[in-house]
């Protein structure tokens, strides 16, 4: 178990060391601006893709499933249009399915937003924006299932691509070959730190919510702790290691617990 744990560990090392050398290479290697205009080129895409968006979901054996959604404006990151998707209506592992809820809630919120907002006007937040290319992480299956939404909300002209990560392929809808962007060129950089980035925002809104089931978890075998305590406690402090540290004054404010209550949660 050991020996796992290490080689786990050390693998997580040489992917973030891995990330690092991507992201340094994508920010010294060229103009983003180039990089955009070699990515149409690769990708025949009818314009430069100045707003790119790249979806990615993170789960454990099914457990908090969650799916991000980065945009990059003009070949840089625009982390305020960033969103994430708690996944609701999938069980087990299925990253198809989830992949195909979280794109059919962003561009179900896209088709709502275009109707709501008066023509000619610029819609008012991130799910109003059209994206010029869209980047599926992962392969050709991937790909079908979130271009399977698409087509299914009429939105035929979105351009759509999903990369791979094995071979850092892309794959494009109704196109039988690969596209393999040379390893040195700064459009494949470009490409990699958004899913980099889209993999690292999935990643890290998952461990949030496992470190919440895990605290609401041993929260309820406190005796005298029912659901509407868990929830107090966990919107007041965010973690069973935060509310072990907060004084007994502070977790009293919360009605309804008790000293006694308060010492066994300092128990657990």
């Keep these: ?24 290479r994508s920010k010294s290697s060229s103009d983003p601006i180039i990089s955009l205009a070699r990515l149409q080129e690769y990708l025949n895409l009818p314009e430069i893709p100045n707003r790119i968006e790249c979806y990615d979901v ?43 809820e979280a794109l059919r809630r962003r561009f179900t919120r896209y ?8 023509a000619g006007s610029t819609p008012k937040d991130s799910w109003g924006r059209r994206p010029d290319l869209v980047i599926i992480d992962g392969g050709r299956g991937h790909l079908s299932a979130v271009l399977e939404v698409l087509l299914d909300l009429g939105l035929t002209s979105i351009e759509l691509t999903s990369l791979a990560k094995q071979e850092e392929l892309l794959f494009q809808p109704n196109t039988a070959e690969p596209i393999r962007i040379p390893h040195n060129d700064s459009a494949l ?40 305590h868990e929830r107090a406690l966990l919107r007041k402090f965010g973690s069973l290691k935060n509310l072990q540290a907060a004084s007994d004054d502070a977790i009293l404010l919360i009605s309804g617990l008790t000293p006694t209550i308060v010492h066994s949660i300092r128990m657990l």
């Design 1 to 24: 178990r050991d020996r796992k744990l290490l080689d786990l560990v050390q693998a997580n090392a040489d992917e973030a060391r891995k990330i690092a050398i991507r992201h340094q």
């Design 58 to 100: 993170s789960n454990i054996q099914g457990s908090n499933p969650v799916a991000s959604m980065v945009v990059f404006e003009n070949g840089k990151p625009a982390k305020r249009e960033y969103r994430r998707f708690k996944i609701r209506n999938v069980d087990g592992i299925d990253d198809y399915s989830m992949m195909k």
């Design 111 to 118: 088709l709502d937003s275009q109707a709501s907002t008066e």
């Design 189 to 228: 950089f470009l490409v990699q730190r958004l899913r980099d980035e889209a993999h690292r925002f999935a990643i890290t809104h998952h461990r949030i919510l496992r470190s919440k089931a895990a605290t609401k978890s041993r929260l309820s075998t406190v005796p005298g702790i029912g659901p509407k």
